[in-house]
DNA sequence: ATTATCTATAGATCTATAGATAATGC
DNA sequence: ATTATCTATAGATCTATAGATAATGC
């Protein structure tokens, strides 16, 4: 299994993924029909694609990215990549929403907690935590594709932009309702808190991001928008635990 | 003149620009030396080529934009292009370092500023609003070009992204002589604070962002570090104004 | 029989160069 | 004579498809 595979499996457990994981284990269980590869074979070809597309399109870009560089990283001929994947940007599209999906999860986990009750500035500490946590642990700093000039721009992912939108949303309504300051609306509020969560992004291309690093920025959030240290101390006490939402223990 | 140069004229003066813009102004002299075009002549092939680039950069990134697109927006045919530009690349580098250069020449000032004894809360302050403003006010939200994959890994943009860098460990810099938080070092002080300030890329990507809002975001910069709001208006009040660093009245 | 891979390639690009052409300037 | 443009194209891609091949499974 990739690093991705098993990143995948352990954020995306009882959802969409759960077909793909199922395939996996039964391929696994029948030894290897179908035509061997040239090389050696050295795990799950689906995955292998999509790690090896992963590493290039971070690094060069979808248009500087051929598909037979990924082919050449997966160990496999360039035309077979055609029997996973349609096209080249449909492989793009699935490392997105395997990324975005499991933040918005855990977003509306939180959501869902502050509607019962819970308090707007420590739902959105958690929130924040959580993403800077998705962002810094995925392999390949994989969140540098959401800013590709491609995934803005084309039509292809429009699906997944309404996922980050969504994210970027609760983030604007979080902001506005905790903020003292005035000036800040849910837009500014989204953008800033947004923005600040992804400062992960360059911070990972010049090494390893911890998790004190992590807390810091997500306090950095509450204190963009102006909350004082007191109410900053009082949010992170109240903040639910990864825990306490998912209930698997 | 094309709103591009125009924004060069204006930042540039006094520096590498100046042997461009002069050839422009004697361009501009005498009539139309050399074959006309088949459509009709607009203004200045180089700056129209710049120009065209840029928006289609932006939206498609660099592998996604063909020589043929950027000469069919400039009006030209798509081999006249190579009479300007030796190779696709080298236009997005002019791109790029026209666009970071002011960032940075406005830096040294402010730098030397508080090397003359000015206030870092205050320098941090006004570097930030002034790369801010840049990034608001530049043409085509060009500031995108940044965060292109290429451009962070292709050795033929090494000589910009060292421009950048120095930029980014200025508010590194300032950013941890500054803070009173613990665990902010000048890397992620830096990070953050460079973060901040090109949210006004996404936040353009919506619509044109106002002064307060460049204000928020620059006084956020200091919040972020966790200035509290006297520091922060102390800050804010001793700032230096462009003007009085320029000298140019 | 089914599947995953392979080889080979059609068709459509795309970049950059070569060399012709149509203006102005001396 | 100089310059900026044009037309045409060589050569090098790149994506996606067609169809052969080599394994397992029934």
Redo the contacts between chains.
């Keep these: 299994m990739t690093e991705l595979a098993a990143y995948s499996a352990c954020w995306e457990a009882g959802s969409v993924m759960d077909g793909i994981l199922r395939r996996v284990a039964q391929t696994t269980k029948r030894r290897n029909p179908g035509r061997p590869r040239a090389d050696e074979v050295t795990g799950e070809t689906r995955e292998e694609i999509l790690d090896a597309a992963a590493v290039l ?9 051929t598909t037979r560089h990924i082919a050449e990283r997966a160990g496999i001929r360039q035309a077979t990549m055609y029997h996973y994947f349609a096209a080249k940007a449909d492989i793009l599209l699935e490392l997105l929403e395997r990324t975005v999906r499991p933040s918005l999860e855990a977003g509306r986990r939180i959501w869902q907690w502050m509607l019962d009750g819970g308090d707007p500035a420590a739902a959105l500490y958690a929130l924040a935590l959580s993403d800077v946590n998705m962002l810094r642990t995925a392999p390949h700093n994989i969140a ?1 594709l959401y ?4 995934v ?2 084309d039509e292809h992912y429009t699906q997944f932009r309404a996922l980050r939108d969504e994210l970027q949303s609760m983030y604007g309504d979080l902001g506005a309702q905790v903020t003292p ?1 005035p ?2 609306n849910e ?2 509020a989204g ?2 808190v ?3 969560v ?2 992960v992004i ?2 990972r ?2 090494g390893d991001v911890g998790p ?2 992590a807390r ?2 997500a306090k ?1 959030c509450l ?4 909350l ?2 007191a109410a900053i101390a009082a949010a992170v006490a109240a903040a639910p635990s990864e825990e306490s939402l998912t209930g698997r223990v």
Excluded: H, N, Y
């Design positions: 399109f971070i690094k060069q870009g979808l248009g500087g990215t540098a800013i590709l000039p491609e803005r721009a300051l000036g800040i837009e500014l953008a800033l947004m923005q600040l992804e400062s360059p911070l291309q010049d004190e690093a810091i920025i950095g204190r963009v928008l102006g004082d240290p």
